[in-house]
């Protein structure tokens, strides 16, 4: 499985006083197992630029191929391509609608047609997966916490079985215990089913520790794109257009700077503390 996107514009109110390129000439991949964390700040064009990859907007120009199929052709199966690019935005409430957990984590699988059987059975594991408890599973999804929800409009998703899963901020408003369990509970969908995740964020603490590939958004065009440790080491960069490196990446500078030896590229706590470590010892 791979996204390539091919010199993608999109324009908002095109043709109108109103209008507004989003999207300018971006071009890159999506490669198979994949997690790509996709930052930028408000406005850099992520939330659109996702919004693309199930077909949800087309593209005012350019192409989109999946699996080496254009997505754009006439008789390209759309509804197919939704069933295997599950999309999470941002706020789950908008997404959850049925009187009970069960049944709405059932509408997905029941719209891509699906056994009344296998629909169900999907349901079930979807919920086990993102570790719902069970006496929540006939409840009604308003009822529920910011956590709890963010975990049942996953599960929704994860129910029609994608291949790529696609979260927009899915821990925004979760307090540090719940933003944890939520990448946590993803992480471990990546690692262990082996689904290609696109993290959508304004934490670089989090795409630091999850993400093994990051694309950087400014001004609607792919400014940077790499690893984390190639991207968070370009600290001026990313401060001249909004962002910043992880907290930790500043305090490994800070001790550099007052002569330890320790690895400034380091962008995960446990990364700086093996890096302390070893400087003390060899201190």
């Not at 659109?48 to 999946?66: E, M, N, P, W």
């Not at 082996?194 to 964020?201: A, D, Y």
Request: net charge negative.
């Amino acid at each position: 499985m791979s996204i390539i996107l091919d010199h993608i514009n999109y324009v908002y109110s095109k043709g109108t006083s109103d209008e507004i390129k989003a999207l300018d000439d971006v071009s890159m991949e999506i490669r198979t197992g994949d997690f790509l964390g996709l930052i930028g700040h408000t406005g850099s064009g992520k939330s659109t630029l996702v919004q693309h990859l199930d077909g949800l907007l087309k593209a005012t120009s350019g192409h989109i191929y999946y699996n080496g199929e254009d997505i754009y052709d006439d008789d390209y199966d759309m509804k197919g391509l939704r069933g295997k690019v599950g999309l999470v935005f941002q706020y789950p409430e908008h997404q959850l609608f049925e009187e009970d957990v069960f049944k709405d984590v059932c509408f997905g699988p029941r719209n891509l047609g699906m056994s009344e059987k296998d629909i169900e059975l999907a349901a079930y594991s979807a919920l086990k997966a993102v570790k719902l408890p069970d006496e929540l599973f006939y409840v009604s999804p308003f009822h529920l916490s910011g956590g709890q929800k963010r975990r049942v409009a996953i599960a929704g998703v994860l129910a029609m079985k994608p291949e790529v899963l696609v979260l927009d901020e899915p821990t925004a408003g979760l307090d540090p215990e719940g933003r944890d369990e939520i990448l946590d509970m993803v992480k471990g969908l990546h690692d262990e089913d082996n689904i290609t995740v696109v993290l959508v964020s304004h934490s670089m603490e989090d795409v630091a520790n999850y993400a093994d590939h990051i694309v950087v958004m400014e001004k609607g065009r792919v400014h940077m794109d790499g690893t984390p440790k190639e991207i968070f080491s370009q600290t001026e960069e990313l401060e001249r257009i909004g962002l910043a490196a992880p907290r930790v990446t500043y305090m490994m500078y800070e001790l550099k700077r007052r002569g330890f030896d320790v690895d400034t590229t380091a962008t995960t706590i446990s990364e700086a503390v093996n890096s302390v470590i070893g400087a003390v010892w060899n201190a």
